[in-house]
């Protein structure tokens, strides 16, 4: 029996700053790379492990590179948010220093959306777009030894300069891909007190959406090209979550779970005929929102409906491309209240162009809407976005800055502000909006 290379996918640490690795409250599994490592292992011979320094105990750049390299792995795989980046460049640095014959791979939206500068030294290859069909083709190209600057979806290095090559189509069959790999992390360290009591998992039920709003990344990666999963697939993994790894709450992770309502509505029904007994949440459209969407996911077990409000301005709803009006918000939530459906409204603090006025509107809008959570976001223009190809034209944008990457991480920092109001007025807002909603709710209006 030969014996199968090893390839450790890797988490990096949720920093709130720079040279500080704090445990957050809450912690969500990293599905990303639970799907990865499960393709890799059940489509190729590698033998796959996870490591996750949410919850792995590590407090240096050192100790994460001694962690990931105690299992002798050949090639390391990190996934990367743009806050992340540049601990994820400094560990994978000291892997190489320490063991220079490795291959370290990143992948995720950060590379996707800069993929020229995140080839920085102690990268072997960066991974763009869909990774699973491009991540295995490599792999097994360095194995055999062959070739693999023909890869699609790959960037690397070439000399001096850096290549990009062309990607592949998206896998259009979803339902072929493998179940996430439960199995390789401790599932019961994945809690969100917020929502559920006792750990939960996560599952995407499709990838992609069609919508472009100027500020989100999801079309980096999915090129607004949506995909859906049958229903039938969808419930077999929701069981084997629940009977087999005994985990009943769950979050579904779709950009937006209800933009085929007859698909949404089979798979509440499927969820209530199972008797999976589970509580989950779900992020959807408030266009999308109606009385026998509300009503099902209620009593199939939704615990938390997110909606995406942004802006309470109308102006600027039109501005970032959201496609929806004041009104439909406001309807949305009426119909679930109605319902009994907890709802989740999220808004964005320093929207190109935003004043003080239309960030008061914005925070206003939220007290009326009164949802049961809200959240206030300080923009982050992530590279590939709208928002970060028009702050790169006014000349906001440092490429190489690790700092700047750092603080576009939604709180208590500003990376880029597009906004007309000051840095330290967008965290003033976000700091009282946040009080003043607190003091709103315990006071039970």
């Known amino acids: 029996m030969t014996n199968k290379a090893k390839v450790i996918f890797v988490r990096p640490p949720n920093l709130q700053k720079s040279g500080q690795w704090k445990k957050q409250g809450v912690i969500r599994c990293p599905l990303n790379i639970a799907l990865l490592a499960s393709f890799i292992r059940t489509k190729g011979s590698f033998d796959c492990s996870i490591v996750d320094f949410e919850v792995t105990p590590a407090s240096s750049v050192d100790q994460m590179a001694e962690t990931i390299l105690q299992s002798r792995p050949k090639y390391v795989c990190f996934t990367t948010l743009t806050p992340r980046f540049p601990i994820v460049i400094k560990i994978a640095q000291e892997i190489k220093r320490r063991q220079p014959d ?4 990143i992948g995720g939206p950060h590379v996707t959306g800069a993929p020229l500068t995140s080839i920085m ?89 069609p919508y472009d709003c100027i500020f989100c990344a999801s079309a980096v990666t999915w090129k607004r090209k949506l995909r859906l999963r049958s229903v039938e697939n969808v419930i077999q993994e929701i069981s084997d979550i629940v009977r087999l790894l005994k985990v009943k ?22 969820i209530i005929e199972e008797q999976f007994n589970i509580s989950y949440t779900v992020q959807i459209r408030a266009d999308s929102v109606t009385k026998r969407l509300a009503d099902i996911l209620k009593k199939s077990g939704c615990c938390f409906a997110a909606i995406g409000v942004e802006s309470g301005n109308e102006e600027m709803l039109v501005r970032i491309g959201k496609k929806e009006t004041k009104e439909q918000f406001r309807n949305a939530v009426r119909i679930m209240k109605e319902a009994g459906l907890p709802i989740i409204a999220s808004y964005i603090i320093g929207l190109p162009g935003d004043t003080h006025e239309t960030i008061r509107e914005t925070i206003d809008f939220a007290f009326e809407l009164n949802a049961d959570q809200s959240k206030f976001m300080i923009l982050a223009p992530y590279p590939g976005t709208h928002v970060y190809d028009l702050a790169c034209q006014i000349g906001l944008v440092d490429i190489l800055s690790f700092e700047q990457m750092e603080a576009s991480n939604y709180y208590d920092s500003v990376g880029i502000n597009l906004s007309k109001v000051s840095d330290s007025d967008l965290l003033r807002y976000q700091d009282e909006a946040y009080k003043r909603f607190d003091k709103f709710k315990k006071e039970g209006v």
């Open 249 to 270: 709450n769950l979050m579904f992770w779709d950009d937006t779970f209800a933009i085929d309502e007859q698909r949404a509505f089979s798979i509440c029904n499927r």
């Open 102 to 105: 490795i291959f370290i791979i």
């Open 121 to 209: 030294d102690g990268i072997s290859y960066g991974i763009i777009g869909e990774g699973e069909e491009a991540l295995l083709e490599l792999l097994e190209k360095i194995e055999n030894g062959q070739d693999p600057s023909g890869v699609k979806n790959i960037v690397y290095k070439d000399g001096l300069s850096v290549k990009v090559n062309p990607v592949r189509p998206f896998i259009n069959n979803l339902d072929a891909l493998p179940f996430a790999a439960w199995d390789l992390m401790d599932i019961n360290e994945y809690n969100d007190p917020t929502y559920f009591n006792g750990s939960h998992l996560a599952i995407y039920s499709g990838r992609g959406c």
